[in-house]
């Protein structure tokens, strides 16, 4: 809560005292979180789970409460201390690193926050590959060799992709680029939201400089959003952070104010918004339904073919910034990063020799050299405060998108038909029954193989891709 207010709503004088207060709350819940108390609970409890089945309330609850439990007792609070210190110093480099391009500014922090990561991993005790332990804390259960078999798929397919569209006929996309009303933009994306569920009661739209979601609880989500006036991307982003807001609101009520009520991984979040942006926000056939409104409130489109904004909006081409990226290249700024993070911390590569690194990949898989840092190495807060094992798991959500997909509609039959008609309400409650409602219950590759039939599975996204290409732009992928 007091996050979303200091992008919503706090005056900037208020930035300081409101670093202090959460500092203050961030303590008092971490000694709650460490409580040896707790720790003599849990075990106190392991008969009266064991008595219950693995997927009871009652099981689940002690069972994620332990796991959590478990992890934060194994970093020293001091450590927690110096993490958080350095992070927050790392971001305010970052900010000035990126305005003046210089990296001689971000240097320093980014080897403290690095030797802390390496000290935080150490923790661990880890027995396999140390980047392991990062990706556990974004998701759960998952190994760094998993991934790099799932990536080293994905790449195997990709560049080809990439090639063969470059071959293609370009993509006329100027009926993107224009100006844009913000108010008839906001009345366009609310409209949308409003056909696929939200509602005043318990939900909220407001602005910030960076568009996230977050929620106080099932009844109470609250997403944000930009609207820039020469473009439209802020429909496109409402629309992914529906998809978060989505999978929050349909957690099963009653575990509300327990450690189950919240997504099982990032991985699967991001699956949600993806899902609801791409997968469903750049689909024909939901523009069949809602073109008439863009063009209601968008005059300029009227004289626009459906067709026409179609390909548009799914252009395929590199660019140099991540968040920019359609959904061809997208999964190659988040390899590039994963396979650089992995030297950082395994000490192949030191903090210094970053740019060159970094630049190096964005030549070799997108064919692109980054004019400055921003549109380089400094271009995503993450690695301000070394938040390594994050990246991955964008890529990750657009796999497991796909295979949601794939099997919503094989129960519900075609998508295509029901979002001509407006219908929605399906597709989403086929999520609430095989993924919302079971908040944390499961680990995210029982969650997949429980409701999907196998663990994440890069096949189904590339075949999706390949079909784009073909169909929307006539691509010939090798
Ligand atoms: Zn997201």
Redesign the pocket.
């Known amino acids: 809560m007091l996050g979303w207010d200091e992008e919503t709503k706090m005056p900037p004088a208020g930035a300081e005292a409101r670093a202090e207060q959460r500092a203050t709350l961030e303590e008092l819940t971490h000694e709650r979180r460490v409580d040896p108390d707790l720790g003599d609970l849990l075990e106190e409890l392991r008969p009266f789970e064991e008595a219950h089945p693995h997927d009871s309330f009652e099981a689940g609850v002690i069972r994620v409460a332990r796991r959590d439990y478990e992890k934060a007792i194994r970093v020293p609070p001091p450590l927690q201390a110096r993490l958080e210190r350095a992070g927050s110093l790392g971001y305010r480099a970052w900010l000035r690193a990126r305005a003046e391009n210089d990296y001689s500014i971000m240097l320093p922090l980014f080897e403290e926050n690095l030797e802390l990561r390496r000290e935080y991993v150490a923790c661990f005790d880890p027995k396999g590959d140390p980047y392991d332990v990062v990706l556990d804390d974004y998701e759960p259960g998952m190994t760094t060799a998993e991934v790099e078999a799932i990536f080293d798929r994905l790449k195997e397919r990709l560049v080809p992709m990439i090639r063969a569209v470059g071959e293609a006929e370009p993509v006329d996309d100027s009926c993107l680029r224009g100006s844009f009303s913000r108010p008839a933009q906001h009345r366009v994306a609310l409209a949308i939201l409003e056909a696929w569920g939200i509602d005043d009661e318990s939900w909220r739209l407001d602005y910030t400089v960076h568009p ?2 977050v929620s106080m609880a099932v009844s109470d989500i609250r997403l944000t959003t930009r609207f820039d006036e020469d473009n439209i991307h802020g429909i496109l982003s409402c629309l ?2 529906f ?2 807001g989505l999978y929050e609101r349909q957690i099963d009520p009653s575990y509300s104010r327990t450690s189950l009520a919240d997504g099982v991984s990032s991985a699967v ?2 699956s949600q ?2 899902l609801w942006e791409n997968l469903v926000g750049r689909r024909l056939s939901t523009w069949r339904f809602f073109y008439p409104t863009l063009q209601r409130e968008l005059p300029v489109f009227c004289d626009v073919p459906l067709e026409t904004f179609h390909r548009a909006l799914n252009r395929v081409r590199p660019t140099f910034r991540r968040v920019d990226a359609d959904e061809v290249t997208y999964c190659l700024h988040v390899i590039l990063r994963f396979e650089l993070e992995r030297e950082l911390l395994s000490g192949r590569l030191a903090p210094r020799d970053l740019p060159e690194a970094f630049d190096a990949k964005m030549r070799e898989y997108l064919g692109l050299q980054p004019p400055d840092l921003a549109s380089g190495v400094l271009q995503d807060v993450h690695w301000s405060d070394m938040s390594l094992g994050y990246f991955p798991t ?1 890529a990750l ?1 657009n796999v497991v998108s796909v295979q949601l997909w794939e099997r919503a509609e094989a129960a519900l039959g075609d998508f295509d038909e029901q979002f001509e008609r407006g219908e929605f309400a399906p597709l989403a409650g086929w999520l609430r029954e095989h993924i919302h409602r079971h908040g944390r219950m499961f680990e995210p590759q029982e969650l997949l193989r429980r409701e999907v039939g196998s663990g994440m599975d890069p096949e189904p996204y590339l075949g999706y891709l390949q079909r784009q290409l073909e169909e929307l732009f006539g691509a010939v992928v090798a």
């Open positions: 996230f979601e992914h952070e998809g978060h979040h991001e918004s993806r964008y959500g």
